[in-house]
């Protein structure tokens, strides 16, 4: 009973230490907000990304001027779905801690989700709303 206990204390701990890294990386976004709008409407527009929608794209394949901008972000690949009734560019990146993995997505297909504060704990995945079409999620699960 005593090693159930620690770990539910563990894993709450965990899970609100977690939290905290998130928000706290939601700060940071939320400061360069416009150099990621910029970000997001080129590779909308670029060739090289719009040859392979919907497909996971590592940074290391795209020109070396966008290449240098996701590098710097922390960006390791990208997804993108570039359509008329939906747009979407997802930033999967690597953080410096083993929080799971981060995604930062911009999309124009779920206004809900994209709400500033929204919060859905999906078990391992958990999703922050950031507003204006942004959010961030969380893959908890260590697989």
């Given at each position: 009973m005593k090693s159930f206990l620690i770990l539910i204390v563990f894993i709450f701990v965990s899970c609100s230490n977690t939290n905290k890294k998130?928000?706290?990386?939601?700060?940071?976004?939320?400061?360069?907000?416009?150099?990621?709008?910029?970000l997001t409407e080129e590779l909308l527009?670029?060739?090289?990304?719009?040859?392979?929608?919907?497909?996971?794209?590592?940074?290391?394949d795209l020109n070396k001027s966008i290449y240098n901008k996701l590098h710097k972000e922390n960006v390791i690949y990208i997804t993108v779905t570039n359509?008329?009734?939906?747009?979407?560019?997802?930033?999967?990146?690597?953080?410096?801690?083993?929080?799971?993995t981060q995604y930062l997505e911009w999309?124009?297909?779920d206004s809900i989700k994209t709400q500033k504060g929204y919060y859905e704990d999906l078990?391992?995945?958990?999703v922050f709303g950031i507003g204006n079409k942004w959010l961030t999620w969380i893959d908890l699960d260590p697989i």
């Open positions: 998130v928000l706290s990386s939601i700060d940071d976004f939320e400061k360069n907000v416009e150099k990621w709008n910029a527009k670029d060739e090289i990304v719009n040859q392979k929608l919907e497909t996971l794209i590592k940074v290391t359509n008329p009734n939906c747009q979407k560019v997802e930033y999967q990146k690597e953080w410096t801690s083993s929080v799971g999309t124009s297909c078990n391992p995945i958990h």
